[in-house]
């Protein structure tokens, strides 16, 4: 493998394009087949579910429930080590407190003038699916990051799904986090019939008003298409990084950091941006190297990331870095920078922003606190990582007295008339003949 370095001046429009763009190609590519998949389920329900699963996953499901029974649930801790049941229960507790934060009182009534009140009434969503990948390899702590805020805010019933392993049980981790986070229900399907499930319905998994997780490219197609029914929340598709380094940063370190979201997949985007060729060469060079103690499948996704869709971008000056960060908005960012805090104000748009060479991307991923499941494929411009809001929603509240009903009367009249709404003049002007 050849660590691809590039210098962005010297690329032209294609070129960066195409590393703008990242995955965001694959999803359209696989669009048409993954809307004859949602069409199946739809249209079949759990039979086109037993089949997606056995054909593209390669799981024949036999006799097993689609929906993964409680004694199965309840028994998944005795499965794991007391290290791994500590672990998810240390990293709950953490994700936790930080989504606590999100649940405080703000629906202060306002009285916007004499008599005129008005506020907002806070509720949850009566349901949320939360998509938990399977597929290159065990995401317990993708469960914990959706079920966690979903549950403080209250929501009713919370299904998730997600693949189950080659010889048909889910994954005990999995089970044990939601029995740890409260779910109500766990679906052994996952890919976009997952998806379809939770949008459409079948007999045994009961739509839902959202959808909520990351995924492959076919997860991310079958939200798209899926969007004018349900909820499917922020895009959260194939992992991204960028590593922001200065001449202070160790090379090594940085290519430590560089490498965890790439062995993601081959999908997946791991870009070092800087303006040190120096610092640049030093951690193509690790990246390399430590690239050859890394097992596979693992090994495989990061040489096609780091020939693909990765590798080291070299900038004139650290201006122009930080305009490509901005602009590429990565769903990663970690500042590997002499003071981080100060490039920190320089940061406009990124799902998650990590601060100097102790924040590795791993410890936020599992129990830093903060939530890791974030906008990609440059959505973090507009879009905010999943919190406890995600699964709420809020209607405006007003009540007008008469003081009040009588001092904008003949403002909003005036205002109708402008407009040529007949009736919502005639409602105030007939009200008190």
Wanted: with cysteine.
């Amino acid at each position: 493998m050849k660590v691809q370095v590039r210098t962005w001046e010297e690329l032209d429009s294609t070129e960066r394009a195409v590393v703008l763009a990242r995955a965001q190609s694959d999803i359209a590519k696989v669009l048409p087949a993954v809307e004859t998949v949602c069409r199946a389920v739809r249209d079949e329900g759990d039979a086109a579910l037993r089949r997606f699963t056995r054909d593209f996953d390669g799981i024949d499901l036999g006799d097993r429930p689609l929906v993964v029974p409680a004694e199965e649930i309840e028994a998944a801790g005795d499965r794991l080590s007391e290290a791994v049941r500590a672990a998810l229960e240390y990293a709950v507790e953490n994700i936790r407190r930080f989504h606590s934060s999100q649940t405080g009182e703000t629906n202060a009534v306002v009285e916007v003038r004499e008599g005129l009140l008005a506020w907002e009434k806070t509720t949850p969503i009566e349901s949320a699916g939360l998509y938990v990948p399977r597929g290159r390899g065990s995401f317990p702590s993708m469960l914990y990051m959706l079920a966690v805020p979903a549950r403080l805010a209250g929501v009713p019933r919370i299904t998730v799904t997600t693949p189950p392993d080659p010889d048909g049980p889910v994954d005990p981790a999995v089970l044990y986090a939601a029995r740890l986070c409260g779910v109500h229900a766990v679906v052994r399907v996952g890919g976009a019939q997952a998806v379809a499930a939770l949008a459409y319905g079948t007999e045994s998994v009961t739509a839902v008003r959202k959808v909520v997780g990351p995924g492959s490219a076919y997860v991310a197609a079958a939200k798209r298409i899926v969007a004018d029914r349900v909820d499917t929340g922020l895009p959260a598709g194939p992992s991204e990084s960028i590593v922001l380094a200065d001449e202070s940063a160790d090379p090594r370190v940085v290519a430590l950091d560089l490498m965890i979201e790439a062995e993601h997949g081959s999908d997946s985007s791991a870009i070092l941006a800087t303006a040190s060729p120096k610092l640049g060469g030093a951690v193509a060079r690790h990246v390399e190297a430590l690239r050859q103690d890394v097992p596979e499948p693992r090994r495989t996704f990061l040489r096609d990331v780091f020939e693909g869709y990765g590798g080291v971008l070299l900038f004139q000056d650290e201006t122009a870095a930080l305009d490509f960060v901005n602009e590429f908005a990565p769903e990663h960012l970690l500042l590997h920078t002499r003071e981080p805090r100060a490039t920190l104000e320089h940061i406009t748009n990124a799902g998650e922003i990590l601060l100097g060479p102790h924040s590795a991307f791993s410890l936020a991923n599992y129990a830093a606190g903060a939530n890791a499941v974030l906008p990609t494929g440059g959505w973090a411009r507009t879009y905010s990582p999943v919190s406890v809001h995600d699964f709420q929603k809020r209607s405006s509240v007003v009540e007008i007295s008469q003081s009040a009903y009588a001092a904008m009367r003949d403002h909003v009249i005036a205002l109708a008339d402008h407009e040529g709404f007949f009736t919502h003049a005639a409602a105030l002007r007939k009200r008190d003949t």
